[in-house]
């Protein structure tokens, strides 16, 4: 039987294991970490990687659960870092003072380098608790998303096409699938990859993955553009001010709009694919790649 992402247990239980990890120390470096990771995020990747799991297996979700830890810890220390001022230089995150805000920059660094370390902790932790090779896949597809041919590469591009008059449709895309759908990709995959499902399966979801991924980016360019700091909860109009490069800057927003309709179309299909090579029910899925395309936030 299905059971549902429940946000408000994963936050309980993520908050455990972030305490488990700290001990009985106190420090600024974990408040700071806390502020960051217990700030209201959406969620999205651990949600997005329990439904992987759960097109594949029937199985207790306390069996991907630290997966699902680790990857929102790693997602929270990337947007601590975007936010410093040596990259994005943004003053709002989630509706609060981001964590350099609050905390100071060398503190928000150091917080940012402790979730990601806690990150890999957990899951080696789970790594050596079960023989089963499928834990030490679903760890290495998320170390090579988040590392340097991924995410961090994205992040490095994003930067030095600031400093670029002209760039193509294809280079942005190239850019945000590395920076953004590559661990929303993963997350896909370390699900798919625990539930059990076989490497056909696991093509289809790295395409579905990567559109998914693509699309969500878009979708936050065009927030930056269209919508306003109080409900969105973080700064816009900042893409342009800063020369960042995305389809809205560069193409407009009604490229962007066209674009993302497009890949979020092409993302169900490859779902429907996927049911018909499986047999397993993707509404689920296919419903929240609907609601992601028009997010407020
Ligand atoms: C923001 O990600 C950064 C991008 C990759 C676009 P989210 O929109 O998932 O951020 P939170 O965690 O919900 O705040
Ligand atoms: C995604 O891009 C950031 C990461 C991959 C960490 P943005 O820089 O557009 O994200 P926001 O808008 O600051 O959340
Ligand atoms: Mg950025
Ligand atoms: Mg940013
Ligand atoms: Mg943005």
New binding site residues.
Partial sequence: MTTYFNQKQFEDELRLRFEKTQLDIKDRVFEAAAYSLFSG??R?RPNLLQMAYQLFTDADINLCRPFQFAIEMI?SYS?IHDDLPAMDNDNLR?GKPSCHIAFGEATAILAGDLLLNSAYEIMAETCLANIDKRYLSAMIVIAAASGGRGMILGQSRDLAFEEKNSVTAAEIEDMQMLK?SALIRAALLAGGILGGCNSKEQDLIYQFGSKLGLS??IR?DLLDAIANAEDLGKSTGKDERDNKKTYVTVLGIDRAIQRLAELSKEAKAILLKLEKLSGIDTSELRMLTDQLETRQM
């Fill in positions: 995020g959406k999205l997602h947007l989630r953004t969500f980016q936050d």
